[in-house]
T-cell receptor
Framework: GENVGLHLPTLSVQEGDNSIINCAYS??????FIWYKQESGKGPQFIID?????DKRQGQRVTVLLNKTVKHLSLQIAATQPGDSAVYFC????????????FGKGTLLTVNP | DTEVTQTPKHLVMGMTNKKSLKCEQH?????MYWYKQKAKKPPELMFV???????INESVPSRFSPECPNSSLLNLHLHALQPEDSALYLC????????????FGSGTRLTVV
């Protein structure tokens, strides 16, 4: 079946560097995407979302890029801080059902001080 | 109030026990969800309620029984679970369309002994 996946399972960066986390999706009908941050023992925390009629969206220190041509999503974190260390998931709403959110595999981001 | 509250935070139960997980939100969201998350894996959808009616059951075993008493509450009744059902159970809610405001609770860490 169609799924959402990630290229890199782990990413280690130095404090202050920029981080880029990637996500590939295969469902061309997906029209809404969300990035979540999940710290150990906690539920997923919303970071930023983007709809398929956009290719870029910016938040505070974060930017999401969507390339529908190659079905690729990325999360950029500027000036990464130790508090950014967590697992990051991309998730997609497949369009067929307004209520079903499917998660990618996740990337563990480690920020070294 | 922008939170999804789950109780209890931790639960240990025997295979013959009956227990319930509870979830509450006061954001006016009309869709509520149960997800199951195993260690180092992404959350997996179990059930979706839309306007207090079950709209999606992802072929979940009958030992898990969801209930939505009203638009703010969601329960998950557990009976005769197996040790492999041990996981983090996450509740989430979203606005009617499912395109906005997906918010997760912190989860219930369930251990079946």
């Amino acid at each position: 079946g169609e799924n959402v996946g990630l290229h890199l399972p782990t990413l280690s960066v130095q404090e202050g560097d920029n981080s880029i986390i990637n996500c590939a999706y295969s469902n061309s009908a997906s029209d809404y995407f969300i990035w979540y941050k999940q710290e150990s023992g906690k539920g997923p925390q919303f970071i930023i979302d983007i709809r398929s009629n956009m290719d870029k969206r910016q938040g505070q220190r974060v930017t999401v890029l969507l390339n529908k041509t190659v079905k690729h999503l990325s999360l950029q974190i500027a000036a990464t801080q130790p508090g950014d260390s967590a697992v990051y998931f991309c998730a997609e709403n497949g369009g067929g059902s307004n209520y079903k959110l499917t998660f990618g595999k996740g990337t563990l981001l480690t920020v070294n001080p | 109030d922008t939170e999804v509250t789950q109780t209890p935070k931790h639960l240990v139960m025997g295979m013959t026990n009956k227990k319930s997980l509870k979830c509450e939100q006061h954001m006016g969201h009309r869709a509520m969800y149960w997800y199951k998350q195993k260690a180092k894996k992404p959350p997996e959808l179990m059930f979706v309620y839309s306007y207090e009616k079950l709209s999606i059951n992802e072929s979940v075993p009958s030992r898990f029984s969801p209930e939505c008493p009203n638009s703010s509450l969601l329960n998950l009744h557990l009976h005769a679970l197996q040790p492999e059902d041990s996981a983090l159970y996450l509740c989430a809610s979203s606005q009617e369309s499912g395109k906005f405001g997906y918010t997760f609770g912190s989860g219930t860490r369930l251990t079946v002994v």
